[in-house]
């Protein structure tokens, strides 16, 4: 079984920057997820197996970059200009086939989640 950790995650002004961390034994594709308090768990980027085929949330674009380091099995998820509505917990999550995938449904594995607070 898989077990994914979480680091990286804290408080910050509106404007700030954050860089999440997720730490896994094997090499897989994997995602960022999000869910704020009511809402729904919610996409935040991708990345392959190889590390290309980078995806984003239209949310996102722009501001934040998922990338991995192979040789450490680690994924980076580095979050700039952040905002308010970005205040949430978020999970990495790794799946074994080679591509990004978007579906949480694809995922067959996740970390405990960390929390990031954005104030204003």
């Known amino acids: 079984q898989e077990q994914l950790v979480e680091s990286g995650g804290g408080s910050v002004q509106a404007g700030g920057s954050l860089r999440l961390s997720c730490a896994a034994s094997g090499r897989y594709a994997m995602g960022w997820f999000r869910q704020a308090p009511g809402k729904a768990r919610e996409f935040v980027s991708a990345i392959g197996w190889a590390g290309g085929g980078t995806v984003y949330a239209d949310s996102v674009s722009g501001r934040f970059t998922i990338s991995r380091d192979n040789a450490k099995n680690t994924l980076y998820l580095q979050m700039n200009s952040l905002k308010p509505e970005d205040t949430a917990v978020y999970y990495c999550?790794?799946?074994?086939?080679?591509?990004?995938?978007?579906?949480?449904?694809?995922?067959?594995?996740w970390g405990q989640g960390t929390q990031v607070t954005v104030s204003s």
């Open positions: 999550a790794a799946h074994e086939l080679r591509l990004a995938k978007v579906a949480s449904s694809d995922y067959a594995y």
